[in-house]
């Protein structure tokens, strides 16, 4: 991470950064009405899997297996929480304690951690070779101990 006060400015090779409230952005959603705020976190986790999945593959190198371990520490390094991934045969799975979505959020009836979603998507192709899907099963802002999360191939 490279950060620059002169340009006021912070990246990592093409990618510019931001530091911003989590409650801040998490506000946003919470301020939609929920047809609307669904389809924006949809909208979120799939900006994510593209934009960030463009750093993910940058610290594939060719090593898909280790990718795991590079983002679950990429992902604390920036911001996002104690991230556990593993590999199950065609399934990876995601814990993530203290995720700054479901803080941001608040109390919901409704996963809000899209973004990881989302990123999780973007790895699980990188590691399957082939396109995959991701999903929240289980959201801090819903109440639950750790967010949980599994992506597996497209079908």
């Excluded at 993530?96 to 608040?106: D, E, I, L, R, T």
């Excluded at 919901?108 to 192709?125: K, R, T």
């Excluded at 399957?128 to 101990?145: D, K, L, N, P, T």
Aim: proline share 4%.
């Amino acid at each position: 991470m490279k950060h620059d006060p002169l340009h006021g400015e912070l990246s990592e090779g093409d990618a510019r950064y931001l530091l911003i409230r989590g409650d801040s952005l998490m506000g946003l959603f919470r301020r939609l009405p929920a047809p609307a705020c669904e389809a924006a976190l949809e909208a979120f986790a799939a900006s994510v899997a593209e934009h960030g999945g463009r750093s993910a593959a940058r610290y594939c190198a060719g090593d898909r297996e280790r990718l795991l371990a590079t983002v679950a520490s990429k992902a604390g390094e920036l911001g996002w929480g104690t991230w556990t991934l593993d590999r199950d045969g065609d399934e990876l799975r995601l814990v993530v304690v203290n995720s700054p979505f479901a803080q941001g959020y608040g109390n919901a009836n409704h996963p809000v951690c899209a973004p990881i979603a989302g990123m999780l998507q973007s790895v699980a192709a990188l590691v399957f070779g082939a396109r995959a899907v991701a999903g929240e099963s289980a959201c801090a802002a819903q109440g639950a101990m750790q967010c949980r999360f599994s992506a597996r191939l497209a079908a």
